[in-house]
């Protein structure tokens, strides 16, 4: 695996392969973490575990649809879909995440955002992501779900300076690494109740001689 991206998440395995020698902090990975949790959930098994099960988020949508008025009805009318309980959770939920990826300001999309923010600190507590990267996040989870690209995901910035990398066969980074893979471990089993979401790999790349 070669390249500067953080990750890469292949749905064709559903398997995630992180490559260490690109990431270059430990927060550099727990961001790589969040997303690509999200890439292999899917936004919307993401969203169960954020709310803490299925039932749970569907509450909160279905007492957000409750303000919304005719949002909800127009989405429901659109996509022709019945006006029952779990019609008015599914539209609460697409209406308030394309509100979230297109920047709409509104105290609705400030709630998910802070409910999306407490989960990630629960598992990462001096991980910080603003408002605004949750926004790209949510809107680049999304974009690559409804492409229905089977290719891989790339995840984490393409142009970033690889810092493993540097010496990655010294002991420091030999224990940077061996941290890292600690971490994220862990903290799967946090955000999943389980430690087996996914594969995780950290790979650290051979240097050209």
């Keep these: 695996m070669s390249g500067k991206f953080y990750a890469a998440y292949v749905p064709a395995t559903g398997r995630i392969a992180y490559v ?28 169960d575990l954020v709310f803490g099960s299925p039932a749970m988020k569907r509450a909160w949508f279905l007492q957000a ?26 539209a609460a939920e697409e209406i308030i995440v394309d509100w979230a990826k297109t920047g709409k300001v509104h105290r609705l999309v400030d709630r998910l955002l802070a409910k999306i923010a407490a989960w990630i600190r629960r598992a990462f507590p001096r991980l910080k992501m603003s408002y605004a990267e949750i926004r790209q996040m949510l809107a680049r989870v999304d974009d690559w779900m409804e492409s229905g690209e089977e290719a891989p995901r790339l995840i984490g910035p393409l ?21 890292s893979t600690h971490l994220l471990i862990e ?19 051979k240097q050209p001689t």
């Design 65 to 90: 649809a409750k303000s919304m008025g005719k949002d909800v009805q127009n989405w429901l009318s659109y996509y022709n879909l019945p006006d029952t309980p779990e019609g008015r959770a599914k």
């Design 187 to 205: 903290s799967s089993k946090k955000m999943t109740h389980a430690g087996n979401w996914c594969y995780v790999r950290l790979q650290t790349k």
């Design 20 to 47: 260490a020698s690109n990431i270059p902090s430990v927060t550099a990975a727990q961001r790589g973490f969040i997303e690509g949790l999200f890439q292999h959930e899917g936004r919307h098994k993401g969203f």
């Design 159 to 179: 142009e970033a300076e690889p810092a493993f990398g540097r010496g990655a066969g010294s002991e420091k980074n030999q224990r940077h690494n061996r941290k």
